[in-house]
Protein backbone atom coordinates (compact mmCIF):
# COMPACT_ATOMS: atom_id res chain seq x y z
CA UNK A 1 0.00 0.00 0.00
CA UNK A 2 1.34 3.39 -0.93
CA UNK A 3 1.39 5.83 1.54
CA UNK A 4 2.63 9.25 2.13
CA UNK A 5 2.57 11.00 5.45
CA UNK A 6 3.66 14.55 5.99
CA UNK A 7 4.51 16.40 9.22
CA UNK A 8 5.94 19.64 10.63
CA UNK A 9 2.87 21.56 9.50
CA UNK A 10 1.91 24.58 12.57
CA UNK A 11 1.76 28.03 13.08
CA UNK A 12 4.68 30.12 12.20
CA UNK A 13 5.48 34.25 12.05
CA UNK A 14 5.31 35.98 9.57
CA UNK A 15 8.88 35.83 8.03
CA UNK A 16 9.62 32.49 10.43
CA UNK A 17 10.61 29.45 8.59
CA UNK A 18 8.96 25.46 8.41
CA UNK A 19 10.54 22.35 7.38
CA UNK A 20 8.05 20.07 6.16
CA UNK A 21 8.61 16.18 6.02
CA UNK A 22 7.16 13.14 3.97
CA UNK A 23 7.84 9.56 5.19
CA UNK A 24 6.91 7.51 1.81
CA UNK A 25 6.14 3.52 2.06
CA UNK A 26 4.73 1.20 -0.39
CA UNK A 27 6.40 2.14 -3.72
CA UNK A 28 10.05 2.29 -4.70
CA UNK A 29 10.51 5.75 -3.41
CA UNK A 30 13.85 6.13 -4.56
CA UNK A 31 12.92 5.78 -8.28
CA UNK A 32 10.00 7.96 -8.44
CA UNK A 33 9.65 12.33 -9.12
CA UNK A 34 8.25 13.41 -6.10
CA UNK A 35 6.09 17.10 -5.35
CA UNK A 36 5.42 19.54 -2.87
CA UNK A 37 1.98 21.05 -3.81
CA UNK A 38 -0.21 23.31 -1.56
CA UNK A 39 -3.72 24.17 -1.04
CA UNK A 40 -4.77 27.86 0.42
CA UNK A 41 -8.14 28.21 1.58
CA UNK A 42 -10.60 28.52 -1.85
CA UNK A 43 -7.79 28.08 -4.24
CA UNK A 44 -6.83 25.00 -6.33
CA UNK A 45 -4.04 23.36 -6.26
CA UNK A 46 -0.51 25.12 -7.04
CA UNK A 47 2.78 23.27 -7.00
CA UNK A 48 5.57 24.48 -4.98
CA UNK A 49 8.46 22.49 -5.88
CA UNK A 50 10.03 19.08 -8.02
CA UNK A 51 12.49 16.90 -6.95
CA UNK A 52 13.66 13.55 -9.63
CA UNK A 53 14.87 10.72 -8.21
CA UNK A 54 18.71 11.93 -8.77
CA UNK A 55 17.51 15.45 -6.60
CA UNK A 56 17.67 17.43 -9.61
CA UNK A 57 15.06 20.24 -8.29
CA UNK A 58 12.41 22.08 -10.56
CA UNK A 59 10.62 25.45 -8.96
CA UNK A 60 7.26 25.37 -10.22
CA UNK A 61 5.60 28.49 -8.28
CA UNK A 62 7.44 31.70 -8.70
CA UNK A 63 6.21 33.10 -5.90
CA UNK A 64 8.17 30.38 -3.41
CA UNK A 65 11.47 30.57 -5.71
CA UNK A 66 14.55 31.33 -3.44
CA UNK A 67 12.66 30.93 -0.24
CA UNK A 68 11.48 26.78 -0.55
CA UNK A 69 13.86 24.24 -0.90
CA UNK A 70 12.88 20.56 -1.88
CA UNK A 71 15.25 17.59 -0.75
CA UNK A 72 15.18 13.89 -0.80
CA UNK A 73 17.02 11.11 1.46
CA UNK A 74 16.16 8.33 -0.75
CA UNK A 75 17.89 5.97 1.71
CA UNK A 76 15.59 7.29 4.33
CA UNK A 77 12.11 7.34 1.66
CA UNK A 78 11.64 10.99 2.91
CA UNK A 79 11.12 14.18 1.12
CA UNK A 80 11.18 17.35 2.77
CA UNK A 81 10.16 21.24 2.13
CA UNK A 82 12.66 23.80 3.65
CA UNK A 83 10.24 26.84 3.57
CA UNK A 84 11.51 30.05 4.86
CA UNK A 85 10.50 33.87 4.66
CA UNK A 86 6.89 32.44 5.15
CA UNK A 87 4.70 35.25 4.08
CA UNK A 88 0.58 34.78 5.13
CA UNK A 89 0.07 33.84 0.74
CA UNK A 90 2.07 31.01 1.57
CA UNK A 91 -0.86 29.76 4.15
CA UNK A 92 -2.11 26.47 3.29
CA UNK A 93 -2.46 22.75 3.38
CA UNK A 94 1.29 20.75 2.02
CA UNK A 95 1.26 17.61 0.37
CA UNK A 96 3.57 15.06 -0.66
CA UNK A 97 2.44 14.34 -3.75
CA UNK A 98 3.98 10.59 -5.12
CA UNK A 99 3.00 8.78 -8.63
CA UNK A 100 0.07 7.72 -7.03
CA UNK A 101 -1.44 10.41 -5.58
CA UNK A 102 -1.03 12.62 -2.49
CA UNK A 103 -0.57 11.98 1.63
CA UNK A 104 -2.96 13.92 3.98
CA UNK A 105 -1.33 17.06 4.31
CA UNK A 106 0.11 19.13 6.91
CA UNK A 107 -1.78 22.93 7.72
CA UNK A 108 0.81 25.57 7.69
CA UNK A 109 -0.60 28.67 8.88
CA UNK A 110 1.30 32.49 9.03
CA UNK A 111 0.38 34.87 11.79
CA UNK A 112 1.51 38.60 12.13
Known amino acids: EVQLVESGGGLVQLGGSLRLSCAAS????????MSWVRQAPGKGLECAAN????????SCAESVRGRFTIARVNALNRLYLQMSSLIHEDAAVYYCQGPEGRGQGTQVTVST
Open 51 to 58: IDSGGSIT
Open 26 to 33: GFIFSSMY
